[in-house]
Nanobody, 125 residues
């Protein structure tokens, strides 16, 4: 049973940076697509960035391109989301999720069967 734990969320000023971590236990992520989602109050959960853990191929939403970087540490079985130039509209609970397969075939939250508990990111002055 794959268990995911996120950390790194915080209150940060606009223009600031944060790095979120998603640590997996119970199984290796080697065959998984790992995706960061976020959910703001009153809004649907949306995908942010996805990575193939096996080779590091990554994908980003339009809102994340140029500002966010997703990466992984294979020995640590961990995925990171580096977020730069944060904006108030990035405020949300951020979740990592994992599923066997490819990012481009797993777009919806319904495609993912392992989830972390979420970490709060608040961007405000």
């Amino acid at each position: 049973q794959l268990h995911l734990v996120e950390s790194g969320g915080s209150l940060v000023q606009p223009g600031g940076s944060l790095r979120l971590s998603c640590v997996a236990s119970g199984d290796r992520l080697d065959l998984h697509a790992v995706k960061w989602f976020r959910q703001a109050p009153g809004k649907e959960r949306e995908g942010v960035s996805c990575i193939h853990f096996s080779d590091g191929t990554s994908y980003h939403s339009e809102s994340a391109k140029g500002r966010f970087t997703i990466s992984r540490d294979s020995p640590e079985n961990t995925v990171y989301l580096q977020m730069n130039n944060l904006k108030p509209e990035d405020t949300a609970v951020y979740y990592c999720a994992a599923a066997y397969g490819l990012c481009r075939k797993k777009n919806s939250p319904r495609d993912y069967d392992s989830w972390g508990q979420g970490t709060q990111v608040t961007v405000s002055s």
